[in-house]
């Protein structure tokens, strides 16, 4: 009998540094963790900073560990991981084109590009999706990418109007939610705490939480489509 496999494996890969990778997954991880799911998150940045937040913070957010990969070791973790890990599988690959984003797109199951609303990240972004493509038609594997619009300000100057424009031509698929520049995404790395676990009673919290809610149910829809899609093709 064919072996039951547990988790959801979602890679944030980005060919570009500085687009807030390593935060976004962090407060998904402590979004989904909020809903009673486990979380193991793998860390493959250089920096290594969600690593040493989980060293300082290692209770913070029940249900959730972070573990440091070598590039070279990550099928390795991927292996021991895919049918005993519980809930999801976070990568944080890290903000450059390597061997490791092109391996973490394969095996995971959607692959989240953060972006801002900026001309070089738009275009680093299409590089990404252009060769996820060429990948997929090569090993016969639909593979699962979409852009995150990230550290958007919500007063919508003009240039992030027209960047928005280009990154809807830009052919690589948008995720519905916008992610603004919020205190809250930054403030993980000084309390130790994502806003699901961070004090409630603050507006800002509120409304981080509210935006990264969409975000998770649209990511939830996406894998859900996903098993619908791998039921029907067994």
Same mark, same amino acid.
């Given at each position: 009998?064919?072996? *039951?496999?547990?988790?959801? %494996?979602?890679? @944030? ?41 989980? *060293? ?14 070598? &590039? ?13 890990? &519980? ?42 999706? /252009? &060769? #996820? ?5 090569? #090993?016969?594997?639909? %593979? ?15 240039? *992030? ?13 948008? @995720?519905?939610? %916008? ?13 130790? *705490? ?11 919290? #509120?409304?981080? %939480?509210?935006?990264?809610?969409? @975000?998770? /149910? ?17």
């Amino acid at each position: 009998m064919e072996q *039951q496999r547990n988790a959801h %494996i979602i890679a @944030f890969a980005s060919p570009k540094g500085g687009v807030g990778k390593s935060t976004t997954c962090l407060c998904l991880g402590g979004a989904l963790a909020a809903r009673g799911h486990k979380v193991t998150i793998l860390d493959l940045d250089q920096n290594r900073t969600l690593e040493q937040w989980y *060293q300082r913070f290692p209770d913070a957010v029940p249900g959730l560990t972070v573990r440091g990969v070598r &590039e070279g070791d990550l099928m390795a973790a991927i292996s021991e991981l895919y049918y005993t890990a &519980e809930g999801f599988v976070l990568l944080d690959v890290a903000g450059a084109f390597t061997t490791a984003t092109i391996t973490a797109a394969t095996v995971a199951d959607l692959t989240v590009s953060p972006a801002k609303l900026s001309a070089p990240d738009v275009i680093e972004a299409r590089k990404l999706s /252009d &060769e #996820i493509k060429r990948l997929a038609d090569r #090993i016969g594997k639909p %593979i699962n990418h979409r852009l995150l619009l990230n550290e958007v300000s919500p007063l919508w100057p003009t240039y *992030q109007r027209a960047m928005l424009t280009q990154a809807e031509r830009s052919g690589v698929p948008l @995720f519905d939610t %916008i992610m603004n520049q919020r205190a809250p995404y930054a403030e993980v790395f000084l309390t130790g *705490q994502p806003p699901h676990f961070a004090d409630k009673s603050r507006e800002p919290i #509120i409304k981080a %939480i509210a935006q990264l809610d969409a @975000f998770t /149910d649209e990511v939830l829809a996406a894998l859900d489509a996903l098993d619908v899609t791998q039921r029907e093709a067994a």
